[in-house]
T-cell receptor, first 116, second 109 residues
Framework: DTGVSQDPRHKITKRGQNVTFRCDPI?????LYWYRQTLGQGPEFLTY????????KSRLLSDRFSAERPKGSFSTLEIQRTEQGDSAMYLC??????????????FGPGTRLTVT | LAKTTQPISMDSYEGQEVNITCSHN???????ITWYQQFPSQGPRFIIQ???TKVTNEVASLFIPADRKSSTLSLPRVSLSDTAVYYC??????????FGKGTRLSVIA
């Protein structure tokens, strides 16, 4: 178990550019989540997948945001035409839904995006 | 989704026991209570989860009264490395996590 990994850890981009982040979940975890966190706030849910199916999207996920999880393994989050308001830490988490237990999500270290 | 209310900040000296209480008056029958810890520039880390009564692991204890409208995270003998933000969350396995602002715990030497 190597944990959830995210790449890159830091990204600086100019307004209007597109960026793509990658998340590799813990192997065999069937759920994968994306969150966004700004300074002083708790993480905000963006979207999540169960295997390759995208089950829910937050209203925060505007049409400039798109996420994929091909083959139910790694996931990518793309932001098109970035705006300064997109500057935040983007966190990925994964979990295994099994039996009657409550959920427990394992978070990656995050990708810090700065839009200049 | 059940909303949670917890103190914005707390201070404690090293070696003391710290109790952080969270209110969740409209918790649903299927909801669990989960606590996460977050250090600066890191993703949150799961601490403990419970449904009712008391749960204890190697890191913390979670006390939940019978009405489940509140819960208390207890950290025994805190050290400087326990300085972090602690989040209380309520939800079921099919509900995405809803984080509030959490409680910023500062441990003082």
């Amino acid at each position: 178990d190597t944990g959830v990994s995210q790449d890159p850890r830091h990204k600086i981009t100019k307004r209007g550019q597109n960026v793509t982040f990658r998340c590799d979940p813990i192997s065999e975890h069937n759920r994968l989540y994306w969150y966004r966190q700004t300074l002083g706030q708790g993480p905000e849910f963006l979207t999540y997948f169960q295997n390759e199916a995208q089950l829910e999207k937050s209203r925060l996920l505007s049409d400039r945001f798109s996420a994929e999880r091909p083959k139910g393994s790694f996931s990518t989050l793309e932001i098109q035409r970035t705006e300064q308001g997109d500057s935040a830490m983007y966190l990925c988490a994964s979990s295994l839904t099994l039996g009657l237990a409550g959920y427990e999500q394992y978070f990656g270290p995050g990708t810090r995006l700065t839009v200049t | 989704l059940a909303k949670t209310t917890q103190p914005i900040s707390m201070d404690s000296y090293e070696g003391q026991e710290v109790n952080i209480t969270c209110s969740h008056n409209n918790i649903a029958t299927n909801d669990y209570i989960t606590w996460y810890q977050q250090f600066p520039s890191q993703g949150p880390r799961f601490i403990i989860q419970g449904y009712k009564t008391k749960v204890t692991n190697e890191v913390a204890s979670l006390f939940i009264p019978a009405d489940r409208k509140s819960s208390t995270l207890s950290l025994p003998r805190v050290s400087l490395s326990d300085t972090a933000v602690y989040y209380c969350l309520v939800g079921d396995r099919n509900t995405p996590l809803v984080f509030g602002k959490g409680t910023r715990l500062s441990v003082i030497a």
